[in-house]
């Protein structure tokens, strides 16, 4: 049966399907793909916009494998089955009092996926979700199960934690936990200019800062979240779904409607819905304070700058949809992270601006992300590996200074490349 992924922009025609429930079972079906010449690609939610999980072969989802491993507080960690949804996990910790760190706006892709193509949210000292974890246990080429950890394979490890499903299938997953927290959330619309001007102040002033900019205005929403010793003071359930449900994704995904049936109109529907969210404050659980529904469909391409980049690359998108040439629905969506040591993580050594790009599901995007592409790669910019972008090798190998690392280290652990697909080739080499 055909396979697609939740965009609908990448489809796949599998020969094989199968929904292993053990490591076992991964490593007997890699070993049974060997021997019949078939490449064999792991798939989670389908929320990635490439087709880095796109496979021809063996298509392995994740279903079976969500089992809890291990939940110790004392020591900080949990370990999962890799299948486990982001947002069972969240439920999970918070039955036992833990919490991740940080994490993305969207909870509902596979902790593989997640993890595997560098999901991040926003932070000032707290990276993305593959930076928290702390062991992995996949199945490699040859079958082999193994374990890695920074004191175990740590090459491995080095390279794994955002592997692309280059490298093996990771079947479970060790994150690093703490103590459930409190999250205080300030939203508010902010012009683009004060928020251009205060970027720097903004960043380092918040623990998690980020902005949405509505082009075709001058206007943005920016948000702002902090720990918080309480109380708790969540929305009502009247403001959540009216804010979140009613304006953020009903009254949004109709406007987004409109403007792909009347390009023109979308200029006046972006000033409209740059005013239709108020400000507004409140406090609750960590994942839910970070994460929303996202019900609108859309395909997206996100570049990683260094973070002194960030002002004038968005004055300069800002500039090219002023010219008039694009109609665009959807806000440009900017946030941080702090430098970290993962080979292929965006974030490798800097400190890092995110600047995404998003056009509404079935409205041509080619013009605008190609234009803003541009833009990005002047700023020496790195594409996130699940988003849409056309860099290839040797302008990755040039992005990372791992890079080449990586590419060894694939030879090495997968030489006849059972993990690879079409996408891989472009963005690894051969």
């Known amino acids: 049966m055909p396979w697609k992924n939740w965009a609908g922009n990448q489809t796949a025609q599998p020969r094989r399907v199968a929904t292993p429930r053990s490591p076992e079972e991964v490593s007997a079906l ?16 389908g929320h990635s916009f490439t087709a880095v999980a796109v496979t021809d072969g063996v298509q392995v989802r994740p279903e079976g494998l969500t089992e809890i491993r291990s939940v110790d507080a004392s020591a900080g ?47 000032r000292s707290s990276g993305a979700l593959s930076g928290q974890i702390r062991g992995l246990e996949m199945v490699l080429a040859d079958g082999e199960i193994v374990t ?10 080095a390279g794994a934690r955002v592997g692309l499903g280059a490298l093996g299938i990771v079947t479970a997953i060790t994150f690093a936990v703490e103590p459930a927290f409190l999250l205080e959330a300030r939203e508010e619309p902010m012009p683009m200019a004060e928020v251009l001007d205060r970027f720097d102040e903004l960043s380092t002033e918040n623990e998690h800062f980020e902005f949405y900019w509505f082009p075709h205005t001058d206007s943005c929403n920016v948000k702002r979240n902090n720990r918080s010793a309480g109380p708790a003071k969540p929305l009502s359930r009247a403001k959540f779904l009216i804010d ?15 403007g792909k049936a009347a390009p023109k109109a979308i200029p006046t529907i972006a000033r409209l819905s740059s005013k239709a969210l108020s400000a507004r404050t409140y406090t609750d659980a960590s994942y839910k304070v970070f994460t929303s529904p996202r019900r609108v469909r859309f395909v997206e391409m996100e570049y990683a700058l260094p973070r002194e980049a960030a002002v004038a690359a968005l004055r300069e998108i800002h500039e090219l949809v002023n010219k008039g040439h694009e109609y665009v629905s959807f806000p440009v969506e900017v946030r941080v992270a702090p430098s970290d040591d993962m080979w292929l993580s965006t974030a490798n050594g800097r400190d890092t ?30 594409p996130h590996w699940g988003k849409l972008h056309t860099r290839d090798a040797a302008y990755l190998a040039d992005a990372y200074p791992h890079f080449k690392d990586f590419t060894a280290l694939r030879d090495r652990v997968d030489p006849e490349r059972r993990f690879g697909n079409d996408y891989l080739r472009r963005v690894l080499g051969e």
């Open 353 to 382: 601006a995110y600047i995404a790009v998003h056009m509404f599901r079935g409205t041509p995007h080619e013009r605008y992300f190609s234009a803003v592409e541009k833009i990005m790669t002047a700023h020496q910019g790195r």
């Open 30 to 45: 890699v070993r049974r793909a060997g021997a019949d010449g078939l490449r064999v690609k792991a798939v989670g939610a």
């Open 77 to 123: 960690t949990v370990t999962v089955g890799s299948g486990m949804r982001l947002e069972r996990l969240n439920e999970l910790l918070a039955q036992h009092g833990l919490a991740l760190t940080n994490m993305g706006d969207i909870a509902v892709q596979s902790l593989a996926g997640a993890t595997g193509t560098g999901t991040h949210g926003t932070g």
């Open 148 to 157: 890695c950890s920074p004191d175990e394979n740590a090459e491995l490890f």
């Open 244 to 258: 979140d449900e009613i304006l953020s994704n009903g009254v949004f995904g109709l406007a987004c409607k409109v």
